[in-house]
């Protein structure tokens, strides 16, 4: 059951409104960095290992024992309002699902989404490592999702990225796992940037 309940949390059915959301993406496809399916993957790939695996992955872990002390720590990471926005949006959309589903509200006030997604892991006494390699990879596929629709690439192009970043996941699972706090940190100032950009850009399909 664990395993059931684990594809669920990082399945793309999850109801928290992550299809509106590109993190930045959006931004780097306008701007022209991203433009095919090579450097869709190489700016993926790139957000992925210097930010997401190096921050928000262990502080994934750090949520699953302490949420309360760790939430706002991540909050306080994201760069843009944007950036901000979504998390918060999804995490108070997981927050909402899972009382509905008696795992009970995230003991925080505002939870993000990682917060949420670790609480319920922990709830589900799912083992960590296999708890971020899923929230990585529904990280991931969102990220390619919102690559097939606004370069736009096929989808067999979006399943070769896939396949691709994909096995990168527990290396970088791996990793979070060995960090000590004072490792932490959220190297990406291209992102930061590129989202800033986002919050005026003229026409968009994504709201980050």
Request: charged fraction near 20%; avoid cysteine; glycine fraction near 8%.
């Amino acid at each position: 059951m664990s395993l059931a309940k684990l594809l669920q949390l990082a399945s793309p059915a999850l109801p928290v409104g992550a299809y509106s959301y590109s993190g930045g993406l959006e931004a780097a496809i306008d701007d022209g960095l991203v433009h095919d399916a090579g450097s869709a993957e190489r700016w993926i790939g790139d957000v992925l290992e210097f930010s997401v695996a190096r921050m928000e992955a262990p502080l994934f872990l750090r949520m699953m024992k302490d949420p309360g002390s760790w939430n706002e720590t991540f909050l306080a990471s994201r760069e843009t309002a944007e950036l901000r926005a979504e998390t918060v949006q999804m995490g108070y959309s997981l927050n909402r699902l899972l009382e509905d589903l008696d795992v009970g509200a995230v003991p925080v006030e505002e939870p993000s989404f990682p917060a949420a997604f670790a609480h319920a892991a922990a709830h589900w006494n799912i083992e960590p490592a296999a708890a971020l390699q899923a929230y990585l990879w529904a990280w991931l596929e969102n990220q390619v999702m919102a690559a097939v629709k606004a370069i736009p690439l096929g989808q067999t192009q979006g399943q070769k990225i896939l396949l691709s970043l994909g096995v990168r996941l527990p290396r970088f699972a791996e990793k979070a796992i060995e960090l000590n706090d004072g490792d932490l940190g959220n190297f990406a100032p291209g992102l930061a940037l590129l989202s800033s950009k986002h919050e005026t850009q003229y026409s968009r399909l994504f709201r980050s």
